[in-house]
């Protein structure tokens, strides 16, 4: 069962669908036609990134994920925080899950 927060960016992403949500450790992973694009991890929202997304997350002040490993290592991850302005804006979502779908084809092309 999803929890309130990824029921949250379903319904954010509705216009993007069919998307699937699938819980994956401790979070979720957000698909579009096979293609992970986004993460949910403890009720906040991650885009995928590469070189050319990044430049664009960074003007929003936007942060990568990372967590400890179990060498308390930390690790990054190429998916970048949402800021709540985007997800606050029906244009501005848009443009953040173009972005992050755009990065997740150019990531398969690799």
């Known amino acids: 069962m999803q929890n309130e927060f990824a029921i949250y960016v379903e319904e954010l992403l ?7 949500i ?3 450790f401790g979070g979720y992973g957000i ?17 995928k990134g ?6 664009f997350y960074k003007t929003y ?12 290592k930390i690790v990054t991850m190429n998916y ?7 997800m606050e804006d029906k ?3 848009v443009e953040w899950v173009n972005v992050a779908l ?3 084809v150019r990531a398969k092309k690799i």
Do not use: H, Q
């Open 31 to 47: 698909y579009k036609n096979g293609l992970i694009f986004g993460l949910i991890i403890d009720n906040e929202l991650y885009f």
């Open 61 to 72: 002040n936007s942060r990568p994920f990372t967590y400890s490993n179990k060498n308390d």
């Open 14 to 20: 509705e216009e993007f669908a069919p998307l699937s």
């Open 102 to 104: 755009e990065a997740a």
């Open 80 to 86: 970048w925080t949402v800021p709540p302005e985007a």
């Open 50 to 55: 590469d070189d050319i997304a990044v430049e």
């Open 22 to 24: 699938r819980a994956m």
């Open 91 to 93: 244009d501005k979502i």
